[in-house]
């Protein structure tokens, strides 16, 4: 890797921290087509890099989210089992499963939470919050972890939709549950790919600049105006439900 290869890697690690620390989302829709469409890494290394600088980023966030009592202490627990145990019945389920279908299904999910955080459907975003449930949480999360284990993406671009729709989560609470959650999850995702960054000598540095992003945006998150984090959100939802559709329709790698 030459300077400015290395350079774009860290500033664009670093963008997707702030990012990924004001939205809830791991970041990867940054990461991974920067480390191998700019950078030039293979497929799986450039993911294996991601899950390694979104490690970084959401535990930052969440840390420090919990700190000042963002993070919802009664469901994020339930959505933690039931993201596990959603992604093991998503890789059995994978082989019954028309992943393409799901896939613009969820996009579609994904513009219509897009339409209703910037009001043009269903009002300003979440509307009435939902009374905690332990079945209704294990569900949320175990549909989370299905649909993340069967399209093989972030767990927090699946939840925020899920958070919003389903429980009627104040917006602030939403995103520093999910930065949890992709923590959780994505510290599970990388400890099964960590040797595909064997030689890659400058992936701490990467973590490094991805953690400094996140200490960035989770100190903007709770001082920006709702009406901001709920169009920053928008426009990465809908960046992911773009990539997604995308994908299922063959025409993205």
Do not use: K
Request: no cysteine; charged share 10%.
């Amino acid at each position: 890797m030459d300077a400015v290869e290395a350079s774009v890697a860290l500033l664009g690690a670093y963008v997707a921290g702030i990012v990924a620390a004001l939205t809830g989302i791991g970041g990867g829709v940054i990461m991974v087509p920067l480390f191998s469409m700019v950078v030039g890494l293979p497929l799986r290394v450039a993911g294996a890099l991601s899950l390694l600088a979104i490690v970084a980023n959401a535990t930052i966030s969440s840390t420090r989210y919990m700190r000042r009592g963002l993070v919802d202490d009664a469901r994020a627990p339930l959505y933690s089992v039931g993201v596990v145990l959603g992604g093991v019945a998503g890789g059995v389920a994978s082989e019954y499963v028309n992943e393409r279908l799901l896939a613009l299904v969820f996009s579609a999910l994904l513009f219509y939470t897009s339409m209703r955080l910037v009001g043009f459907v269903g009002g300003h975003g979440s509307g009435r919050e939902a009374p905690p449930s332990l079945a209704r949480s294990l569900s949320i999360g175990g549909l989370g972890g299905v649909v993340a284990g069967l399209l093989g993406i972030g767990g927090g671009a699946v939840m925020v939709p899920l958070m919003i729709n389903l429980e009627g989560m104040p917006l602030r609470r939403v995103i520093a549950t999910s930065s949890f959650l992709t923590a959780v999850a994505a510290s599970a995702a990388l400890s099964a790919r960590l040797t595909q960054l064997s030689g890659l000598w400058y992936a701490p540095i990467v973590a490094v600049a991805a953690s400094a992003g996140s200490y960035t945006g989770s100190n903007l998150m709770p001082r920006l105006p709702r009406r901001i984090l709920a169009l920053i959100l928008a426009v990465v939802l809908s960046a992911v439900g773009v990539r997604m559709a995308l994908n299922a329709l063959g025409a993205w790698p």
